[in-house]
Structures are given as C-alpha cells and as structure tokens.
C-alpha cells in the first residue's frame, strides 16, 4: 500500500533552519505532484508548498515564499521541505501529500486534491 513517511521536524531556535523529508512507497513517485502542508493547533490545515512531477514548477505559500524550499529526489521516492528564516508562527505539525494528478493539470494548493498523506512530523520554534 502506498506509505509517505515524513522525517526531520524537531524543536529550533527562532531565525534557524531545518529540512523536513517525505519518503514515499508503494506508488509511482514521479507520477506524483507533492506538496507540503501544516497544521497548528486549533487551525486549519494550510498550504506551505508544492512541486510538480519533475520538480520543473514549484508554488509556495506567499508566508514561506523567500524562505521554504521544496525539491524532490524522484530516484529516491523523496520529497524535501528546507526551511530557513523559521519563525515561531512556523510552527505545527506538516504533512507531505502527493496527488496522482493528470498530465497538464496544475499542481493543487488545496488538501482535497491530494490522494495520499503521511502521518505528519512536529516542528516547532522557539522565540
């Protein structure tokens, strides 16, 4: 069955860095838009960023733009979420997502589009 395991959350200092990754199993990975999302407490889950199957189109949330990178290693299964700059409103579990969209599609922004979720991993930083 398809698995998508995120790794690498854990507690920083506000203005630090940290990389989250996602891996993924059990489906064709480079058929798979990713995306990244998260969810603070009491919050709805939101979108942080997204990559399309080659990694040649990547979105970002106009609050992480500048400061989050997504990539993706398709020989790997992998997907990566960098961020730098983290502030404590950065804080909240995130969650990697990959949709079997159809080709020409655009990458979705939106929780409901996406197929499979990993369990999610903590990151929180403090000011």
């Known amino acids: 069955q398809v698995q998508l395991v995120e790794s690498g959350g854990g507690l920083v200092q506000a203005g630090g860095s940290l990389r989250v990754s996602c891996a993924a199993s059990?489906?064709?990975?480079?058929?798979?838009?990713m995306g990244w999302f998260r969810q603070a407490p009491g919050k709805e889950r939101e979108f942080v960023a997204a990559?399309?199957?080659?990694?040649?189109?990547?979105y970002y949330a106009d609050s992480v733009k500048g400061r989050f990178t997504i990539s993706r290693d398709n020989a790997k299964n992998t997907v990566y979420l960098q961020m730098n700059t983290l502030k404590p409103e950065d804080t909240a579990v995130y969650y990697c997502?990959?949709?079997?969209?159809?080709?020409?599609?655009?990458?979705?922004?939106?929780?409901?589009?996406?197929?499979?979720w990993g369990q999610g991993s903590q990151v929180t930083v403090s000011s």
């Open positions: 990559i399309s199957w080659v990694g040649g189109r990547t």
């Open positions: 997502a990959a949709d079997r969209a159809p080709p020409g599609k655009p990458v979705s922004t939106v929780p409901g589009a996406y197929d499979y």
């Open positions: 059990g489906l064709t990975f480079s058929s798979y838009a």
